[in-house]
């Protein structure tokens, strides 16, 4: 199970969302702005939702190939998890250890 | 599918609300203490209508002023260069930029028309401070009643813009007497004693009401005079920088005047971005600093802060298009 990680912060809009990694912040120094497929997915990391739930969403509402869509998915949460920016509870023993992998 | 990269432009609003969080998470971390000035809050309080602000305001102390600004640089932020000797003595606020963003930061560590001792009313506004949510972060900001005060005393200083400033003022005035804001009239009396402002913010004062301007209660009284000077020589340099001294003293004064007149090599470090540091490059900028500091002692103080704003902005555009040529824009 995924969810977004704590400390962020965030500004949400209807259709996009910006945000800055503040407990990296002096790594990460730049906001990052996510909109179309990174935010239909970002969306959904809330802690409810499976990485397959989420593929399964995405099939659904947009009807492309799944294979292309799990790809796509599995991707963008492997960075988001090597950012911080998400935290796998599966994966880690503590709040803000990113896994390197999920499943 | 897009990756996940920075660089992508944000509009000066949301730049706003970003770098608050940033200030208000880099401070905290640094056990600094850290009050938001001004922007989209004093809408909130319905203080003045919602406007585009032009730069983040944060107030910190004057003590924890150099742990905050070491705070503030790992996480990116540069000073902005003062233009010469002047700016530099005038000032009461160190400007920071990154490329990260289009508005600079405007670091406080003390506040005209504030009367009394600094650690005094600092300790003041941050006990009566409010929490507002910003960005997903809890960010400090100063009580309404003390935001009315502080919004006047910019107003009053500002003579630059002293139509605008009169307007504003009166504005404000309307708001706090009809009953319209989230500070009545007696709470803005009551922040203006507690702050020492009665007497620097007298003309506002007696907007809301009769008899409440009473300077002879404010000690010590230079400071009203010297308030005075600056506010008559229309916000000028040399006004402010004389101010800023007499308020020092004799012997920091002149320290300040010789740090002023030969920067430390670290001090032009910290002004200068990471790529423009060479030696030639500090024997230049202090040169340049001298023969600037002839001719501005009689310009105003309020430039400084646009300039600072441009520059921040060309650095926030460059660093976007960096980032794009090397196709990391998302």
């Known amino acids: ?6 400390g962020l912060a965030r500004l949400e809009r209807p259709a996009s969302v910006v945000l800055l990694n503040l407990p990296c912040i002096e790594e990460q120094q730049s906001p990052y702005v996510f909109e179309g497929p990174s935010f239909e997915i970002w969306t959904r990391i809330d802690g409810t939702r499976t990485e397959e739930h989420i593929v399964d969403e995405l099939v659904e509402a947009y009807g492309a190939p799944r294979e292309q869509i799990a790809h796509d998915v599995h991707e963008f949460l492997a960075e988001l998890l090597r ?21 | ?72 640089r790992k996480a990116g932020f540069h000073n902005t260069d003062s233009d010469d000797i002047w700016h530099d003595l005038a000032s009461h606020s160190v400007g920071l930029a990154s ?20 650690a005094e009313w600092f300790d003041s506004l941050w006990r009566d401070r409010v929490f507002v949510e910003v960005a997903g972060v809890s960010c400090s900001v100063p009580s309404p009643s003390d935001s009315v005060i502080l919004m006047a005393l910019h107003d009053l200083r500002t003579p630059v813009t002293h139509r605008l400033a009169s307007d504003s003022l009166r504005d404000l005035a309307s708001r706090v007497s009809s009953g319209s804001c989230a500070a009545t009239t007696d709470e803005v009396i009551a922040s203006a004693a507690r702050l020492r402002a009665l007497g620097s913010a007298g003309r506002f004062l007696a907007q809301l009401a009769e008899g409440v ?6 000690v010590p009284r230079t400071r009203l005079f ?55 490059t500090l024997a230049g900028y202090r040169l340049m600093r001298l023969v600037r500091g ?35 824009a998302s």
């Open chain 1, 1 to 6: 199970m995924v969810r977004q990680a704590s």
């Open chain 1, 83 to 103: 950012l911080g920016l998400i935290v796998d509870d599966d994966e880690s023993d503590g709040e803000g250890e990113a896994a390197p992998h999920i499943d």
């Open chain 2, 1 to 72: 599918m897009e990756t996940v990269s920075p660089g992508s432009a944000i509009s000066p609003d949301d730049a706003w609300l970003l770098l608050s969080a940033v200030a208000a998470h880099v401070a905290e971390t640094a056990g600094v203490r850290a009050l938001i000035l001004k922007g989209p809050v004093l809408s909130e309080f319905g203080l003045r209508s919602e406007r585009q602000s032009y730069d983040l305001d944060v107030l910190v102390p004057r003590d924890e002023l150099s742990d905050f600004l070491v705070a503030m």
């Open chain 2, 99 to 118: 490329a990260a963003f289009p508005l600079s930061v405007d670091a406080h560590y003390d506040f005209p028309g504030l009367l009394g001792d600094q």
């Open chain 2, 213 to 218: 301007a009473a300077p002879h209660l404010e």
């Open chain 2, 226 to 280: 010297l308030w005075r000077v600056r506010v008559a020589l229309g916000g000028r340099l040399l006004g402010v920088a004389l101010e800023r001294i007499a308020l020092t003293g004799p012997r920091r004064g002149v320290l300040l005047l010789a740090r002023a007149v030969w920067p430390s090599a670290d001090d032009i470090r910290g002004a200068l971005p990471p790529n423009a540091r060479g030696t030639g």
């Open chain 2, 294 to 328: 002839v001719t501005t002692g009689g310009r105003k103080a309020r430039r400084q802060r646009s300039a600072d704003t441009i520059r921040a902005r060309q650095g926030h555009e460059r660093g976007v298009l960096r980032a794009g040529e090397r196709g990391e």
